[in-house]
Nanobody, 123 residues
Framework: QVQLVESGGGLVQAGDSLRLSCAASGRTFSNYGMGWLRQAPGKEREFVAAISGSGRSTWYLDSVKGRFTISRDNAKNTVHLQMNSLKPEDTAVYYC????????????????WGQGTQVTVSS
C-alpha cells in the first residue's frame, strides 16, 4: 500500500517555473512506476509524465516534452516534477499516482492517488 501527498503548487506567471513534489509512504515505493497527471476545470484527467520504479525510463505528454522533467529519489520515497516555461494551458490540479498497469499514458492505469496540488499560470 502506498499513500501519496503532493506539494509545491501555486500561482505563477507564464514563463515561470515550479517544482512539484510527491512524498510517498510505504516500504515498497521503488516497486511502483509513478506518474503525474492533471485535471483542468471542465476537462478529463490527463497523463503528464511517468517514471519507472528504477528511474531509468520516463514518459511525457507531447505538449510538456522539453519543459517538464520527472525524477524520483527512492531513498527518500519522493517523486518530483520540474516544470519550466509554464503556459496558461498548464493550469490544472496536478496529482501524483502509482502506476499499476503497463499503459503509462492512460489515467485508468493509476491508483493510490494523492489529494492534488493546484497549479495556476497567468498570462
Amino acid at each position: 500500500q502506498v499513500q501519496l501527498v503532493e506539494s509545491g503548487g501555486g500561482l505563477v506567471q507564464a514563463g515561470d517555473s515550479l517544482r512539484l513534489s510527491c512524498a510517498a509512504s510505504g516500504r515498497t515505493f521503488s516497486n511502483y512506476g509513478m506518474g503525474w497527471l492533471r485535471q483542468a476545470p471542465g476537462k478529463e484527467r490527463e497523463f503528464v509524465a511517468a517514471i519507472s520504479g528504477s528511474g531509468r525510463s520516463t514518459w511525457y505528454l507531447d505538449s510538456v516534452k522539453g519543459r517538464f522533467t520527472i525524477s524520483r529519489d527512492n531513498a527518500k520515497n519522493t517523486v518530483h516534477l520540474q516544470m519550466n516555461s509554464l503556459k496558461p494551458e498548464d493550469t490544472a490540479v496536478y496529482y501524483c499516482a502509482a502506476l499499476r498497469g503497463s499503459r503509462v499514458y492512460s489515467p485508468s492505469e493509476y491508483d493510490h492517488w494523492g489529494q492534488g496540488t493546484q497549479v495556476t499560470v497567468s498570462s
